[in-house]
């Protein structure tokens, strides 16, 4: 089988596995986030030259760790136990010489971004499901417009130390699409309390943070030599892979709702 028909299978699987949760949401919604910080827990954190060996426990405690702090306390309390948290993970070199300096960054990014990202996506999702929506269209239509733009008029390299095949004119045509093809989704349906000139600064930033999450992953992957996060997903790579973008996005969009005051 081709690598074009694995990749457009496993693109239908994703969507009808997706699809659901989104729809019916309660503990559908739950489980989805959390498959989401299991599975990119073991993908990020098994980054390390040295995970083999790490005690066997460290993994699964980061993962329990940022589980409790969605699911298991209090909003008030979770930030403080974050806090204690990312002091652990830096501990960690202390307790056991398996784990170096650099495997520190690891634990403590996992802790930090996926505690953002799933409390970003629960409470985007409780505010109004077509937010969610709203920033899928703004990410994703931004990924395929820039592929598309930069395929027929790229000619400028947008940051070949990191994405050799990122071109600048690819870069605006993706912004520039998704901008307005988000600012449409945004004025056709009834995001309540979200004001015109507020959808129009949204949909102008998600597409721009959509490219640097993107262009942050992939830096973190060529740091450590490798294409993808893992084989997951057959022609996809892994879920980090999927959802580079949507971890940046989810956080910029929750950030702006709440300075905007919505």
Same mark, same amino acid.
């Given at each position: 089988?081709?690598?074009?028909?694995?990749?457009?299978?496993?693109? /239908?699987?994703?969507?009808?596995?997706?699809?659901?949760?989104?729809?019916?949401?309660?503990?559908?919604?739950?489980?989805?986030?959390?498959?989401?910080?299991?599975?990119?827990?073991?993908?990020?954190?098994?980054?390390?030259?040295?995970?083999?060996?790490?005690?066997?426990?460290?993994?699964?405690?980061?993962?329990?760790?940022?589980?409790?702090?969605?699911?298991?306390?209090?909003?008030?309390?979770?930030?403080?136990?974050?806090?204690?948290?990312?002091?652990?993970?830096?501990?960690?070199?202390?307790?056991?010489?398996?784990?170096?300096?650099?495997?520190?960054?690891?634990?403590?990014?996992?802790?930090?971004?996926?505690?953002?990202?799933?409390?970003? /996506?629960?409470?985007?999702?409780?505010?109004?499901?077509?937010?969610?929506? /709203?920033?899928?269209?703004?990410?994703?239509?931004?990924?395929?417009?820039?592929?598309?733009?930069?395929?027929?008029?790229?000619?400028?390299?947008?940051?070949?130390?990191?994405?050799?095949?990122?071109?600048?004119?690819?870069?605006?045509?993706?912004?520039?699409?998704?901008?307005?093809?988000?600012?449409?989704?945004?004025?056709?349906?009834?995001?309540?309390?979200?004001?015109?000139?507020?959808?129009?600064?949204?949909?102008?930033?998600?597409?721009?943070?959509?490219?640097?999450?993107?262009?942050?992953?992939?830096?973190?992957?060529?740091?450590?030599?490798?294409?993808?996060?893992?084989?997951?997903?057959?022609?996809?790579?892994?879920?980090?892979?999927?959802?580079?973008?949507?971890?940046?996005?989810?956080?910029?969009?929750?950030?702006?709702?709440?300075?905007?005051?919505?």
């Amino acid at each position: 089988m081709s690598s074009i028909k694995v990749r457009v299978i496993t693109s /239908f699987a994703i969507i009808a596995i997706v699809i659901p949760p989104l729809v019916l949401g309660g503990i559908w919604l739950d489980l989805l986030a959390a498959f989401i910080v299991l599975s990119g827990g073991y993908e990020l954190l098994g980054l390390s030259e040295n995970v083999r060996k790490w005690p066997k426990w460290l993994i699964p405690m980061e993962i329990l760790f940022v589980w409790a702090l969605l699911f298991g306390v209090s909003e008030k309390l979770a930030f403080p136990l974050l806090g204690v948290m990312v002091l652990l993970a830096m501990s960690m070199p202390v307790i056991s010489k398996a784990v170096d300096g650099r495997d520190v960054f690891l634990l403590s990014v996992y802790l930090c971004i996926f505690y953002l990202f799933g409390m970003s /996506f629960l409470k985007l999702y409780a505010k109004d499901p077509l937010y969610f929506w /709203f920033m899928a269209i703004a990410t994703y239509l931004c990924d395929t417009a820039a592929f598309f733009c930069g395929s027929l008029f790229g000619k400028h390299k947008l940051c070949p130390r990191i994405s050799p095949k990122k071109t600048l004119e690819g870069a605006i045509g993706g912004w520039l699409v998704a901008c307005i093809g988000a600012f449409l989704f945004a004025c056709c349906v009834d995001l309540g309390g979200f004001p015109l000139w507020a959808r129009l600064l949204a949909s102008m930033i998600l597409p721009f943070s959509a490219q640097i999450g993107d262009l942050a992953f992939s830096a973190i992957k060529r740091f450590y030599g490798i294409k993808d996060f893992s084989s997951l997903l057959p022609g996809h790579g892994g879920v980090l892979d999927r959802i580079d973008s949507l971890v940046f996005n989810f956080v910029v969009f929750y950030a702006l709702l709440v300075v905007m005051g919505i």
